[in-house]
């Protein structure tokens, strides 16, 4: 057997209060795409931060081996001197910087004569690096605020080249990209196992786990559950066996090593609204237009008209750039784009929307993509972060009730199962699904009459992704509108009464349930592109 490039060895690592990995074992083969997976929390992140000096030496138990030789990585720097160069979820680039120069940040192309950056080396080095991942068609010197997410993420890839990698982790890699961009990736980690370069994937989309991966280690609760081979029956090589089904893992072994048991459903049972108003339009946006914030000559959103019913969930999907957050984002208080005309009518009757707190005092509640930017307070506690937008509703003689805003966040942390010990933790520590159960907590207190939901479970375990789906349906069988934004298709279709689809900021379908399938949803989502190209 090919000795592994890769070996950590009863990893234990500790917070306060808190054992965040506890005797981990991980083995990777040269060559080899090795997924991790594990609900949030289970400490995946935790994991990787040990193997790439984020978490130095001595701040943790157990050894970590690279090509046969112990390490102590002390920081990052250390780690990718040696090759192994993690990207995180969140990309680390500098949006006004070119590509050539995010690329080599920090690795500069230096002339030996002069010992300054050699402009023309760099730009020559990146137009090669680039060409590598697929972008061989872009200038070094564009700015990355000039290209798309799914771009972006070569980018990094291209940085992690730049710096000789022979270990290579990807955090959610695909978490923020449509079908074809994460195709796009999926086939260059192919290309990298068949170059030599080992990689690690942490992803929460089983599919494309099955589609690349050649092992996969499941974490539970900080610990090693098993590691199973993804291609010869799934055959389990520690742990409780294996249960590949048709040659292969299948999607509902891997979810039984990740919760501890069978998820015999991906989503809830729908219940109905029995209300007298059921059925009701509580939403209607009318010819609603809206420019780029910069480019005024680029509609974002062009002329789009929807209607939401009480006690209905009506899904919006589209390619990258098809308009869905930007429609949402302008929709709530104008927080995106320069509005240009339409009407938002709540219940009959026209909504002030011009700024946020117009769109809450009307009812409207928009939970965002980017839950850490724009949806949380991550230095302050779940307690705040859930009573801040209804704080009027805890006043007492002219200043907040804190027994009263301590009960209802307790009220929250339990009925929404938000995995903390206690309501006064720092939001910014807990996992990213028990993150956006805060986020929908907060909104759920406010008791709006419509909820914009933008990539509710983006980034999120599987566990998770369905105690959210319950509370979506709870809040629709209240006689919420909800419209819910999402790029994984198979959500939609489990989750919405009807589907909207957008394309270049224009409606280009509205399908129901009944008729509703990824091929139909796909054949509206590029009418646009087809029309045009």
Same mark, same amino acid.
């Given at each position: ?210 589609? +690349? ?86 509609? +974002? ?233």
């Amino acid at each position: 057997m090919t000795a592994p490039v890769l070996e950590m060895r009863s990893i234990t690592k500790t917070f306060p209060g808190v054992t965040a990995l506890a005797d981990v074992g991980l083995t990777v083969a040269p060559g080899e795409i090795h997924a991790v997976c594990g609900e949030n929390g289970a400490g995946k992140s935790t994991l990787m931060k040990v193997l790439s000096g984020v978490h130095p030496h001595g701040s943790y138990e157990g050894e970590v081996l690279f090509e046969g030789e112990p390490c102590a990585f002390r920081d990052i720097r250390a780690s990718e001197a040696r090759g192994i160069v993690i990207i995180h979820q969140e990309l680390a680039l500098v949006p006004y910087l070119s590509i050539a120069e995010n690329i080599f940040l920090g690795n500069e192309r230096a002339s030996r004569r002069l010992k300054v950056v050699s402009w023309n080396e760099t730009l020559r080095a990146a137009a090669e690096l680039l060409r590598r991942v697929g972008l061989g068609a872009e200038k070094p010197q564009t700015r990355i605020a000039d290209i798309g997410v799914g771009k972006q993420q070569l980018v990094e890839i291209a940085k992690a080249l730049s710096k000789e990698v022979k270990l290579l982790i990807l955090d959610e890699p695909t978490a923020a990209l449509n079908d074809e961009d994460s195709r796009k990736l999926l086939d260059l980690i192919r290309e990298f196992r068949d170059q030599g370069i080992a990689c690690i994937l942490i992803s929460h989309k089983l599919n494309e786990i099955r589609q +690349v991966a050649d092992r996969v280690t499941i974490l539970r609760d900080g610990r090693t559950i098993e590691t199973l081979a993804v291609r010869d029956g799934g055959g389990a090589e520690d742990g409780d066996g294996g249960g590949g089904e048709g040659g292969g893992l299948s999607e509902d072994r891997i979810i039984r090593g990740m919760v501890g048991r069978d998820l015999d459903h991906r989503f809830p049972e729908r219940s109905h609204y029995r209300g007298a108003d059921a059925g009701t339009v509580a939403l209607a946006v009318e010819g609603w237009t809206v420019r780029h914030p910069i480019d005024h000559e680029r509609k +974002v959103v062009d002329d789009v008209s929807i209607e939401v019913r009480r006690g209905e969930i009506v899904g919006i999907a589209g390619l990258m750039g098809a308009g869905r957050t930007e429609l949402a984002m302008s929709v709530f208080g104008r927080s995106y784009g320069r509005y240009e005309a339409g009407v938002v009518r709540v219940d009959g009757r026209e909504a002030d929307v011009h700024t946020v707190p117009d769109a809450v005092r009307h009812g409207i509640a928009y939970v965002t993509e980017d839950r850490k930017t724009y949806g949380l307070n991550l230095i302050d506690n779940v307690m705040r972060n859930i009573t801040l937008p209804s704080l009027p509703k805890l006043r007492r003689r002219g200043a907040v009730d804190e027994h009263e805003e301590r009960r209802v966040a307790e009220g929250y942390r339990r009925s929404m199962n938000i995995k903390t010990p206690t309501v006064f933790e720092t939001v910014g520590r807990l996992s990213g699904g028990n993150q956006q159960k805060v986020v929908l907590g907060k909104w759920v207190h406010a008791d709006p009459e419509v909820l914009l939901l933008d990539e509710p479970t983006r980034g999120i375990d599987v566990g998770a992704k369905y105690e959210i789906y319950t509370v979506i349906d709870q809040l629709a069988a209240r006689g919420k509108a909800v419209v819910f934004i999402s790029s994984e298709l198979p959500e939609l279709l489990g989750m919405c009464d009807r589907i909207y689809t957008m394309a270049a900021g224009r409606l280009t379908g509205e399908v129901p349930r009944a008729e509703a399938t990824q091929e139909v949803l796909m054949r509206h989502m590029t009418t646009h592109v087809r029309n045009d190209g």
